[in-house]
């Protein structure tokens, strides 16, 4: 199918996902107040676990708050999308520091905001390219990080990514992953999905069981969080899910 996210619909879906307050995304008293954030918890849960690191990648970065986020523990930050209408996105935030969002209330109805990017994240240490992120180039080189948030469920072959990990991770080298293992036809063959498959044989193993074993030989599972993210689709409607996320560390 043709890139579902080349959409300038989603575009703005995700800006206010990434760059929105609190009330920008959640305007009622009551909510899933905790699950917003999530493009910063998925740094800020594990970096401390990990420390300062020179080179950090952020597979799958859409319009680019993680990787801003990793510039707080990163020297040098790249982020790849596969969609140019995000990485376009994310280059305006990393040009301007400013965020223009068209927020949808109801129907055609919009709010048009302007945020900020918080000016402590490094926009000089942040660079944006568009790419496949199951079949990237050597001359990308490795990193001591790499995070890869809600992007095993989206792409045609999670195996060619699970593999294309330890090319891109330096030994002793930390990966994030972090899904809610939507699977999907419409994004991933069935056959290829890694978890969520009926097995006659009554075997069927969990998404995290079948990467622990994918990655068995090259990167240990340190551990697991639950994380709860909220995105917001118009005024009275929200997607609340909880992705699993896991910490992983490259062998030596
Ligand atoms: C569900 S979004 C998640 C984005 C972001 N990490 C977040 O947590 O908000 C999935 C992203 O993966 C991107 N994507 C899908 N397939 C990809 C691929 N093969 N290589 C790189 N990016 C891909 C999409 O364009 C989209 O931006």
């Given at each position: 199918?043709?890139n579902?996210y ?7 879906q995700?800006?206010?996902f990434h760059?929105?307050?609190?009330d920008?995304?959640?305007?009622f008293?009551?909510g ?10 998925c740094v ?11 080179r ?9 708050r ?13 982020g ?5 209408h995000?990485?376009?996105?994310a280059?305006q935030?990393?040009t301007?520091g400013r965020?223009?969002?068209r927020r949808?209330?109801?129907g055609?109805i919009v709010?048009r905001l302007?945020?900020?990017l918080?000016?402590?994240l490094?926009?000089e240490?942040?660079?944006f ?6 079949n990237?180039?050597?001359e990308i080189g490795?990193f001591?990080?790499?995070l890869a948030?809600?992007?095993?469920d989206r ?6 990514l699970?593999?294309?990990f330890?090319?891109?991770v ?23 999905w890694?978890?969520g498959k009926?097995?006659?044989s009554?075997e069927?193993a969990?998404?995290?069981d079948r990467?622990r074993s994918?990655?068995?030989g090259?990167?240990d599972?340190?551990?697991t969080k639950?994380l709860?993210?909220l995105i917001r689709e118009?005024a009275?409607?929200?997607?609340w899910?909880v992705?699993q996320?896991?910490?992983?560390q490259?062998q030596k």
């Amino acid at each position: 199918m043709s890139n579902f996210y080349e959409n300038d619909d989603l575009v703005d879906q995700y800006l206010l996902f990434h760059y929105g307050t609190g009330d920008d995304q959640l305007p009622f008293p009551f909510g899933p107040r905790d699950a917003l954030f999530y493009p910063v918890r998925c740094v800020s849960e594990f970096l401390p676990e990990i420390g300062i690191v020179e080179r950090a990648l952020d597979l799958g970065c859409a319009v680019g708050r993680s990787t801003f986020e990793l510039s707080r523990w990163a020297r040098e930050v790249v982020g790849i999308d596969l969609s140019h209408h995000f990485v376009a996105a994310a280059n305006q935030v990393r040009t301007t520091g400013r965020i223009e969002i068209r927020r949808v209330e109801e129907g055609e109805i919009v709010t048009r905001l302007t945020r900020e990017l918080p000016p402590e994240l490094s926009r000089e240490r942040c660079r944006f390219e568009v790419g496949d992120a199951t079949n990237l180039g050597p001359e990308i080189g490795r990193f001591d990080l790499v995070l890869a948030a809600n992007l095993i469920d989206r792409v045609k072959s999670p195996r060619d990514l699970l593999k294309s990990f330890s090319a891109l991770v330096h030994p002793g080298g930390h990966l994030i992953l972090s899904s809610p293992y939507t699977w999907l036809e419409a994004f991933t063959p069935k056959p290829d999905w890694l978890g969520g498959k009926y097995e006659p044989s009554g075997e069927s193993a969990s998404t995290l069981d079948r990467i622990r074993s994918a990655f068995r030989g090259y990167f240990d599972l340190k551990l697991t969080k639950e994380l709860q993210f909220l995105i917001r689709e118009h005024a009275r409607k929200f997607q609340w899910s909880v992705a699993q996320a896991s910490l992983w560390q490259r062998q030596k």
